[in-house]
């Protein structure tokens, strides 16, 4: 039975059925389950504890691979038209694959018009560019670059006990769908924003991604409505407005400094980070920003990011 009122499914997971083939076997999982069976078996039991009861809402997941070789079944169509909430699981295979592509798009046009929030992209390794069904949506980074900067797919090939980023996520994506079956359902939705303020946290470097979490999970715990709600789009023009559109509706702007500057394309020389904190001036908002005191700025390289490190707003505290 849905939790949503009105639909036969809560849940819909979409992904390339490659990313699902078992690597390894382990004594404490299903020696036959895949990264993705494990990824939907876990967040079905963080749904059950965030919801209820597991009877109380409905995934559907496609382990028999009911797809066709070359365009969407009238079966899957439907379940896509009779679903609430859409998890693409964004990989290489995932963009190769014509028929997941026409499942995000297929989604994304029956409900163009009430889209905002019902769409969850699960990044299981890096892209150069997602597929544009899935871009500009609202991710969870299930990957980290290791210290030789190679990224590497969180609980591949099975998830540890110990392996703490990747539960997090986890419980993260779940307490997110959660809060929009909920108000879809027409319920009060935990963690909402209470009134506790509107803060917009900025995009970071990758190697500060986690530590990002941490703070918009305790901001979030804390009744603070964290922006953005979803991923900022790229291309200047795209990601300056998307940025003003939500700065105009925070209080404070809270931005995390490494010792890189990241990405600075040619149509944003300074970076991502100068970008960021300057717009939020314009809006003369409050602007909090935080570097590790154990970084020498000595040792940065760039001049132009040494400079925003030792801006006045920046604390070089412990997090």
């Known amino acids: 039975m849905a939790f949503v009122p009105g639909y036969d499914q809560d849940v819909f997971i979409s992904y390339a059925h490659v990313d699902d083939e078992p690597l390894v076997a382990a004594s404490w999982a299903d020696q036959s389950a895949g990264w993705v069976a494990t990824f939907v078996r876990l967040l079905k039991n963080e749904l059950a504890q965030k919801i209820g009861r597991s009877e109380n809402f409905a995934v559907w997941f496609d382990q028999i691979n009911l797809r066709g070789n070359h365009s969407i079944t009238p079966e899957i169509t439907t ?37 905002a929030g019902r769409v969850f992209v699960v990044e299981k390794e890096p892209l150069a560019e997602k597929p544009p069904q899935l871009a500009g949506l609202k991710n969870y980074k299930f990957w980290h670059l290791d210290d030789k900067e190679q990224p590497r797919t969180l609980g591949k090939p099975v998830p540890l006990p110990a392996e703490r980023e990747y539960f997090s996520l986890i419980e993260d994506l779940a307490r997110d769908i959660q809060g929009q079956l909920k108000a879809m359902a027409g319920r009060p939705r935990a963690n909402g924003g209470n009134g506790a303020g509107v803060a917009f946290l900025a995009e970071v470097t990758d190697d500060l991604e986690f530590r990002r979490l941490e703070v918009r999970r305790y901001l979030e715990q804390k009744g603070v409505l964290v922006l953005p709600e979803a991923s900022l789009p790229l291309g200047r023009a795209q990601f300056e407005a998307a940025l003003d559109a939500d700065l ?49 700025l000595i040792d940065i390289e760039w001049p132009r990011h040494r400079e925003l490190l030792a801006l006045d707003t920046v604390q070089a505290t412990s997090l």
Request: glycine share 8%; aromatic share 10%; hydrophobic share 40%.
């Open 248 to 296: 105009a509706r925070g209080q404070v702007f809270v931005q995390l400094l490494g010792p890189i500057p990241g990405k600075m394309p040619p149509d944003v020389p300074d970076g991502y980070g100068w970008l960021q904190v300057d717009l939020a001036r314009r809006h003369r908002m409050s602007v909090l920003q935080w570097r590790n005191p154990e970084l020498d």
């Open 79 to 115: 379940k896509l038209e009779r679903t609430a909430t859409f998890v693409g699981i964004s990989s290489v295979p995932y963009g190769a694959s014509q028929w997941c592509r026409d499942e995000a798009r297929l989604f994304s046009q029956r409900f163009a018009d009430d889209l």
